[in-house]
């Protein structure tokens, strides 16, 4: 899509946070895009609306896992125990039937090997059941994939060549939304970038003044 084609003046928006108005704008570009005859279409944000729609869906994916996550340990403890160490009488906690063979060795400690694998592995079928109900391992994996996709569209939506100052802002809007701490962060090279973006999106005639977002 050819810059000439976005030089229409938009009015001047508050943005305290130019992301929002970045997505503002380029789901407007698109919509007028897709409003066009076949094959007249910008690569790059065919892109970034495939990622953008994988970016909330992860964002999604990890509150839903993160809920579950609070309402599993709510129900049940995690499974681990605690031993006594055989070398200096400390107490270690551990979650694997390894981790306590390692920590007690010997034939002195034959019993105490025991009774923690049993304790820990009644702590795990109480957990498995838990988590069976609640769902959280399988929204773990839900986020994991969706995790994947994201990344996967992030690569693609770099590797496009952007042939406008449009193409440009959606490839920088990717950049700060995964990459930024924060939307306001003040370290290098957030601010900049920041910077770099609403220049872009003057450039197509959106100016944001301080205040508050759309």
């Not at 306590?100 to 049993?118: E, S, T």
Request: charged share 25%.
């Amino acid at each position: 899509m050819a810059d000439s084609e976005n030089s229409r003046t938009l009015p001047a928006i508050t943005c305290r946070n130019p992301l929002q108005t970045t997505e503002w704008f380029l789901a407007r570009n698109i919509a007028d895009q897709e409003r066009r005859v076949a094959g007249v279409r910008d690569v790059v944000l065919i892109r970034w609306k495939a990622w953008m729609l994988a970016f909330r869906e992860l964002g999604h994916r990890s509150c839903e896992q993160q809920e579950l996550e609070s309402t599993l340990f709510a129900m049940v403890p995690a499974a681990r125990v605690e031993i006594q160490l055989a070398d200096h009488g400390g107490v270690a906690v551990v979650s694997t039937i390894k981790e306590i063979q390692d920590k007690l060795r010997g034939v002195n400690f034959a019993d105490a090997r025991a009774n923690a694998a049993a304790e820990l592995l009644a702590k795990r079928r109480r957990w498995d059941a838990a988590d069976l109900s609640v769902g959280y391992s399988r929204a773990k994996q839900a986020e994991s994939e969706a995790s994947i996709v994201e990344e996967q569209l992030a690569a693609e939506l770099s590797e496009a060549p952007a042939m406008s100052t449009v193409a440009a802002a959606a490839k920088l809007h990717c950049i700060l939304k995964r990459g930024a701490p924060r939307s306001d962060s003040k370290e290098f090279p957030w601010p900049q970038l920041s910077a770099m973006l609403v220049d872009l999106l003057a450039m197509n005639g959106v100016f944001c003044l301080p205040g508050r977002d759309r």
